[in-house]
């Protein structure tokens, strides 16, 4: 279920694979093959989705929108247009990111469990 989950959304919210001359050849097929039956969808947006097991947040291609990440030790990922939005002790805090044009987050909620 994950691997098609995943294949969907970045068949309707690719990367900018056409300006990625080092891209996986196999990966470039699969977009170009995507591209056929779908009209990229270029934003501005940072999408945040579930399927109940897997959660993700993608950043369209051209990354008008600002999505940043938190990662805690509490088992906690916050993903919000901005830091600041909740009140996070530094010491608690593993990674800190922002997603890039076209990048995404996910997590299996399966895994995390363990």
Not at 67 to 95: H, M, P, Q
Request: charge should be negative; include cysteine; charged fraction near 25%.
């Amino acid at each position: 279920m994950g691997l098609i989950f995943l294949k969907a959304i970045v068949s309707l919210i690719p990367v900018p694979w056409q300006n990625a001359p080092h891209m996986d050849a196999e990966l470039r097929a699969f977009y170009e093959y995507s591209s056929i039956n779908f009209e990229p969808w270029d934003g501005p947006a940072a999408i945040s989705l579930t399927d109940g097991r897997y959660i993700a947040c993608v950043l369209d291609r051209n990354g008008l929108r600002p999505a940043k990440y938190i990662i805690t030790k509490d088992d906690r990922i916050l993903i919000s247009s901005e830091y600041g939005v909740l009140d996070i002790e530094e010491d608690n805090i593993i990674e800190r990111g922002r997603l890039q044009s076209g990048q995404m987050i996910g997590l299996d909620l399966n895994l995390a469990k363990s």
